[in-house]
Nanobody
Framework: QVQLVESGGGLVQAGGSLRLSCAGL????????MGWFRQAPGKEREFVAV????????YYADSVKGRFTISRDNAKNTVYLQMNSLKPEDTAVYYC?????????????????WGQGTQVTVSS
């Protein structure tokens, strides 16, 4: 069982930065791939980024590549999402999630545990 708690969301102007954190409660945190997803009003939840549990490999959605960076600190049971050069279209509720899948899972159905979400609003 893994419990996930996100923090770090807020209101920022376009071009600004935010860092989201996701604290995991559970002894097996390091054995899960960790992903970030987002959901804007009226839209489906979409994949943003993932970091593997083993090698620390990462994969990003094209829409955030070069602007967002995902990382994890297994000693602190925490995964981060550094978001730079934010755009109004990045506005959404951001969720972190844990997956037992091997590799770099991107489908929501491959994730076993989800946080409650944190709101990110980017003003133009």
């Amino acid at each position: 069982q893994v419990q996930l708690v996100e923090s770090g969301g807020g209101l920022v102007q376009a071009g600004g930065s935010l860092r989201l954190s996701c604290a995991g409660l559970g002894r097996t945190f390091s054995t899960y791939a960790m992903g970030w997803f987002r959901q804007a009003p009226g839209k489906e939840r979409e994949f943003v980024a993932v970091v593997s549990w083993g090698s620390g490999s990462t994969y990003y959605a094209d829409s955030v590549k070069g602007r967002f960076t995902i990382s994890r600190d297994n000693a602190k049971n925490t995964v981060y999402l550094q978001m730079n050069s934010l755009k109004p279209e990045d506005t959404a509720v951001y969720y972190c999630a844990a997956s037992r899948a091997v590799g770099l899972p991107r489908a929501t159905t491959l994730y076993n545990y989800w946080g409650q979400g944190t709101q990110v609003t980017v003003s133009s």
